[in-house]
């Protein structure tokens, strides 16, 4: 079992800075990648950025150049966000990925706002 717990989501102004943070517990040694998704209000959850094991990083097109995914071991992921956008206002979830299954973190909420 993996328990994941997002944290330090929070009130940004556009073109403001955000880090949100993953913190693992549990069994982890066989999570291969762990991901960020966003989900705001009526859309469909999407995929942000992801990272392996081998430290390789994928980003949304819209996050890219913004957004920096880094992990501690498998302790702790974080996501940077810089230059930030109303429309990054969104739940942010972290997930886990094993070769038996996958779990989710219950979310931290992120508003843009001026």
């Known amino acids: 079992q993996v328990q994941l717990v997002e944290s330090g989501g929070g009130l940004a102004q556009p073109g403001g800075s955000l880090r949100v943070s993953c913190a693992a517990s549990g069994i982890t040694f066989d999570i291969y990648v762990m991901l960020w998704y966003r989900q705001a209000p009526g859309s469909q959850r999407e995929l942000v950025a992801s990272?392996?094991?081998?430290?390789?990083t994928n980003y949304a097109e819209s996050v890219k150049g913004r957004f920096t995914i880094s992990r501690d071991n498998w302790n702790t992921v974080y996501l940077q966000m810089n230059s930030l956008k109303v429309e990054d206002t969104a739940v942010y979830y972290c997930?886990?990925?094993?070769?038996?299954?996958?779990?989710w973190g219950q979310g931290t909420q992120v508003t843009v706002s001026s």
């Open positions: 997930k886990a990925n094993t070769l038996s299954r996958t779990y």
């Open positions: 990272i392996t094991r081998s430290d390789s």
